[in-house]
């Protein structure tokens, strides 16, 4: 009797448990930049296709920006937005580099430009 009260409590922990993590995983705010597209997503899961012209039309329509360098539309590593990054630009008369970096998680890319 003993054995199957522990064995039922700890089924519900572990049921419990798992489900909290799968909870937690799933429930990611969005970022800044996806919300224009997220109001145009239809009811039903998005082919490939789908989301790369939503995705281009919100490009076209100036909802989304890119970095002009590097292509990116937030952070790579935190999603901080474009307009966190700061950038540094240094070089010589034959070589320009650029230098993109994160404030928040320190990510930086550094880039030659010209």
């Given at each position: 009797?003993?054995?199957t009260?522990i064995?039922?409590?700890l089924g519900?922990?572990a049921s419990?448990?798992?489900?909290f993590?799968?909870?937690?995983?799933?429930s990611n705010?969005?970022?800044e930049?996806?919300?224009?597209?997220?109001?145009?997503?239809?009811?039903e899961?998005?082919?490939?296709?789908?989301?790369?012209k939503?995705?281009?039309d919100?490009?076209n329509?100036?909802e989304?920006?890119?970095?002009?360098?590097?292509?990116?539309?937030?952070?790579?590593?935190?999603?901080?937005p474009?307009e966190?990054?700061?950038?540094?630009v240094?070089?010589d008369?034959?070589?320009?580099l650029?230098s993109?970096?994160?404030?928040?998680?320190g990510?930086?890319q550094t880039?030659?430009?010209?």
């Amino acid at each position: 009797m003993m054995e199957t009260a522990i064995g039922l409590l700890l089924g519900a922990l572990a049921s419990w448990l798992i489900t909290f993590c799968y909870y937690r995983k799933s429930s990611n705010e969005v970022p800044e930049w996806f919300k224009p597209i997220l109001k145009k997503l239809p009811p039903e899961k998005p082919s490939r296709n789908q989301l790369l012209k939503l995705f281009q039309d919100a490009l076209n329509e100036g909802e989304v920006s890119l970095h002009p360098l590097l292509g990116h539309v937030a952070c790579p590593d935190c999603k901080a937005p474009l307009e966190d990054l700061e950038e540094k630009v240094f070089g010589d008369d034959n070589v320009t580099l650029v230098s993109v970096k994160c404030p928040h998680c320190g990510w930086e890319q550094t880039e030659e430009v010209g």
